[in-house]
């Protein structure tokens, strides 16, 4: 995650603007609202030592931005006079204990999953946006050239766990119910010789510095969400390799995507196998759809581009309040 966020760091500096990177984790353990309000109101030192060395770092800049939005009290944050935007991927079923107890804090909230949207103007939020998250293992200096040279030899391609993230992971004990369970023993059922890796694949986890070159040589890849989205770093990377992506939460992967064009959505573990397979066996219309998504990741979603739409909206922001 750190070298994902210093090369969004560098296409910010290549467009001219001064950024700079602080790492909460380097202080402080993650963890949800109602947990660090009981650290604030006690006044834990440890909690205290990371706000300390941010509250340097946000006396320095003009704009502070809030990625991945935790960890920061709502009591220590309104001590600032800077334009604070906050972000977040929101997992809807852990908004509540994340994202809104804190976000009507801040002047613009960024946000990477669309169907958020109306979620927070719904608690009161006014100036809100959608910020595209973008791929995790695509990188715009050396993508093309994979891409250009691939030969496309592998079939169907998944990399993440294979059960998902705990569905109530948030709430009370971690209880050990996973949604993708019985969907992704399905699938590798029907489909055995999918290129999958992570937790709980046979093939275990793959390292980061082969994961490009896996993807550049997929025809199909599969992408599923713990919960309601598109939000995560496949749906971006699948598109950006030029992968034929068939992706659940197909009601809106219009928001990000032309669901039909540029991406296949599906809405049933059925309408999933069945649509691998006739993609599998109609190769050139997977290549049309994934070369329809990669040209549209070149138009909308590098890093660059993500950037450019992102201030564009705070200049809109500090046009519309000067």
Excluded at 10 to 26: Q, R
Excluded at 59 to 75: S, W
Excluded at 195 to 211: F, Q, S, T
Aim: aromatic share 14%; hydrophobic share 35%; glycine share 8%.
């Amino acid at each position: 995650m750190h070298q994902w966020h210093e090369r969004r760091r560098s296409a910010a500096l290549t467009l001219g603007y001064d950024i700079t990177n602080f790492k909460i984790s380097e202080f402080h353990p993650y963890t949800i609202f109602p947990y660090l309000d009981k650290l604030w109101k006690k006044g834990d030192k440890k909690l205290l030592t990371l706000y300390e060395a941010l509250g340097k770092k946000i006396d320095e800049c003009d704009i502070f931005i809030h990625y991945n939005g935790a960890m920061i009290h709502p009591d220590f944050l309104n001590q600032f006079n800077k334009l604070k935007i906050y972000h977040c991927a929101d997992d809807p079923d852990a908004s509540d204990v994340i994202s809104k107890p804190v976000a009507l804090n801040y002047d613009i909230c960024a946000i990477s999953n669309p169907a958020c949207i109306g979620m927070y103007q719904d608690w009161g939020c006014k100036n809100v946006f959608f910020w595209p998250l973008g791929p995790f293992h695509y990188q715009d200096e050396t993508g093309s050239d994979l891409v250009e040279n691939s030969q496309r030899n592998v079939p169907l391609v998944f990399i993440g766990s294979k059960y998902g993230a705990l569905k109530f992971r948030f709430i009370g004990k971690y209880l050990g119910l996973y949604k993708k369970k019985k969907f992704m023993e399905q699938i590798e059922r029907s489909f055995p010789d999918i290129a999958a890796y992570g937790g709980n694949w046979a093939n275990g986890y793959l390292d980061d510095d082969l994961i490009p070159e896996l993807y550049a040589n997929s025809k199909i890849g599969l992408n599923l969400h713990n919960s309601l989205g598109p939000i995560n770093g496949r749906l971006y990377d699948l598109a950006a390799f030029g992968i034929c992506q068939i992706c659940d939460n197909k009601k809106n992967l219009s928001l990000v995507f032309d669901e039909g064009k540029e991406i296949i959505g599906f809405d049933t573990q059925k309408e999933a196998i069945d649509l691998i397979s006739y993609y599998l066996a109609n190769p050139e219309k997977a290549r049309s759809i994934g070369e329809a998504g990669r040209q549209r990741y070149l138009r909308d979603y590098t890093a660059g581009k993500i950037w450019e739409q992102f201030f564009a909206k705070v200049e809109m922001y500090l046009t519309k309040n000067s």
